[in-house]
């Protein structure tokens, strides 16, 4: 006698990237797009958006006047085969930017990406949000900060396209942004968060 449940599988339906485009250039609300799958951002905690206002404040100073200019979280990047749509929370892009279209809202070639990421979005940062990112040429450094504790991973692409990762931790230590010679103290970036 069986007595497994047969179910039906459930279905779900995939779109384009240019249903994609079209969907989220008319939404209130910014999604990511993955091979087809949409997903919902969700909002941001306090400590989350002062370590993002530490770092543009101090890497827009540092860049001024330079041929790179950083861009906060309403900036989308693509990779080359327009498999994937994502916000990263900053990201710096150097020499002139390169857009997927005429809208004038999707990135191709970023230089480096910061995100910021809590205990609900560390394994996704880490994990396929980092392997479509890899897939854009210009990109040269990622840079993880961790929203609850002074931790920083930091990759950098190597010579050979391979990415090599390390972790700052210490409050005395410097991130050091190799793509444009910056160095920022960790007590900076983390200042005012209490953490």
Known sequence: METDVKEAVPKYNSITPAQYLEMERASEYKNEYYDGYVQAMSGASLKHNIIASNIAAKVDHFLNG??????????????????????????????????????????????????????????????????????????????????????????????????????????NEILNIKTIDSHLPLLEIYFGTEI
Do not use: H
């Open 66 to 171: 330079k041929n790179c200019r950083m861009l906060q979280s309403d900036m989308r990047v693509c990779t080359p085969s327009s498999d994937s749509y994502m916000y990263p929370d900053a990201l710096i892009i150097c020499g002139k930017p390169e857009l997927e279209d005429d809208k004038f809202d999707t990135l191709k070639n970023p230089s480096v990406i910061f995100e910021i990421i809590s205990s609900s979005t560390a394994l996704y940062d880490k994990g396929r949000k980092f392997f479509f990112y890899q897939q854009i040429p210009s990109l040269l450094e990622y840079i993880m900060i961790d929203s609850q504790k002074k931790l920083i991973q930091l990759g950098r692409k190597q010579a050979d396209g391979s990415w090599r990762f390390e972790q700052i931790s210490n409050p």
